[in-house]
């Protein structure tokens, strides 16, 4: 068996897929296996009573926006009655920023690859701070969620229809060229977003205010461009994956409590272990102290090789989560060592227009004693509070050490667990 030709397959798959974002829906009607007594989640597997702060605060919120509870007590007793179902997004085609909950009726970006290989979903982004996706589920945040998908979504499903969707492929290439990384730092990208949409948005909109308040709600939001980029991540990502003998990772992910990792030649068994406290930058009167572990899909973006791993492309994003700017070109050359190849369509200006690192390469990982990087946000350890700050993290190395046992376990005879 040739692993270095199975990774080669794994990673020219995830470089092929072109996705698309075609439209907006509502969750239960296109979400394989969502109905209304289920939520999905971010991260691994999890049962509630695991469930971190925020991912229970998240919960709560999608059962009380559901009309299934009418407070915070009324929603943990019917998890507690067993009325609810659990399992997380990544189980359904979808991925969820933070706690990146969803639930039946809220409405999701659906991404499809242009030749038709994969389809992926993602909710819509509500911005910083004080908002469901960290934890926070107050009336105000429930409001905002519902202009966002009752108002906003139909007129975006239009709009896009109207410009014949969004290739985020090309998108997310040229915001790399403008100061993105595509994961934590989406000025450029956001912006792009906008400014295809907007025009679409004008002509299409029967009001004129909702068009502007819309627009404007785009523009104004950093991150608007984050859930359809993590979705189209999720349809890359998943192309790379079930390739037989393949070391490559396809999915890292984390709960709030756990950081879990798939690997494309291992079927969709999970590797988890503890998902531990960024480092990062806190918002005025918020500390280490208040600090969640580690939680949210959105490291699939540096599983096929931007984020954390592009940061040569994006040194400012360091006033935003810790270090100096030399650090964010280390950031990249250091995930070059432990990646199969460089992307074809994502390069890197100040590298030369080099290909930032992708397929993350569990012999590598273990052999180098080297983790990959990851760019993040911080949620408040206790439900209801919302986002604290932003940093960076590294997943235990115990998950590759184990994934690479299972790895030998099934592909190699005794003695060829190396390269």
């Known amino acids: 068996m040739n692993v270095d030709k199975a990774n080669q397959r794994a990673i020219k798959r995830m470089m092929a897929t072109r996705p ?55 929603a943990i007793h019917l998890i507690e009655q067993g009325e609810i179902a659990f399992s997380p997004c990544h189980h359904h085609h979808a991925v969820g920023p933070m706690a990146g909950v969803t639930s039946a009726s809220m409405q999701v970006y659906v991404v499809e690859d242009e030749e038709g290989r994969g389809k992926a979903f993602s909710t819509l982004n509500e911005g910083y701070g004080k908002v469901l996706r960290y934890g926070a589920f107050a009336p105000e945040v429930l409001d905002k969620l519902r202009w966002m998908n009752e108002e906003m979504a139909p007129l975006l499903a239009v709009a896009l229809e109207e410009c014949g969707g969004i290739d985020l492929r090309t998108l997310l290439a040229e915001a790399l060229h403008m100061g993105d990384e595509g994961h934590n730092r989406n000025k450029a990208g956001s912006l792009l977003f906008t400014k295809h949409l907007a025009p679409a948005i004008q002509k299409t909109a029967e009001d004129r205010e909702l068009a502007a308040a819309v627009i404007e ?135 030369g227009f080099r290909g930032t690192p992708v397929g993350i390469d569990l012999r590598s990982v273990v052999e180098l004693g080297v983790t990959p990087r990851v760019n993040t946000g911080i949620a408040h350890r206790e439900p209801g509070i919302g986002q604290v700050g932003a940093g960076l ?23 060829e667990a190396g390269r």
């Open 393 to 415: 993290v590294r997943p235990p190395m115990s998950l590759f050490e184990e994934a690479l046992e299972a790895f030998a376990e099934r592909y190699l005879s005794p003695g």
């Open 217 to 351: 709600f785009l523009g104004d939001n950093a991150l608007s461009v984050l859930n359809p980029v993590m979705a189209a991540c999720k349809v890359m990502a998943d192309a790379g994956h079930g390739v037989k003998g393949s070391t490559v990772v396809s999915t890292m992910a984390r709960n709030g409590t756990d950081f879990g990792i798939r690997v494309s030649g291992l079927d969709d068994q999970w590797f988890t272990a503890p998902a531990p406290v960024p480092d990062g930058l806190y918002f005025p009167s918020f500390s280490s102290a208040d600090a969640n572990p580690d939680i949210g899909d959105s490291t699939i973006t540096e599983t096929v090789g931007i984020g954390a791993f592009a940061m040569a492309a994006a040194p400012a994003i360091v006033s935003f989560v810790g270090g100096e700017p030399e650090e964010a070109r280390n950031a990249t050359l250091e995930m070059y060592e432990i990646t199969v190849g460089e992307h074809e369509h994502f390069t890197i200006p100040s590298l």
């Open 20 to 74: 698309v974002l075609k439209t907006v829906a509502v969750a239960g009607d296109v979400v394989p296996g969502l109905d209304a007594k289920r939520i999905v989640h971010a991260g691994p597997p999890i049962e509630w009573s695991r469930m971190s702060g925020p991912l229970r605060g998240a919960v709560i919120g999608a059962l009380i926006y559901e009309g299934l509870a009418d407070s915070r007590e009324a």
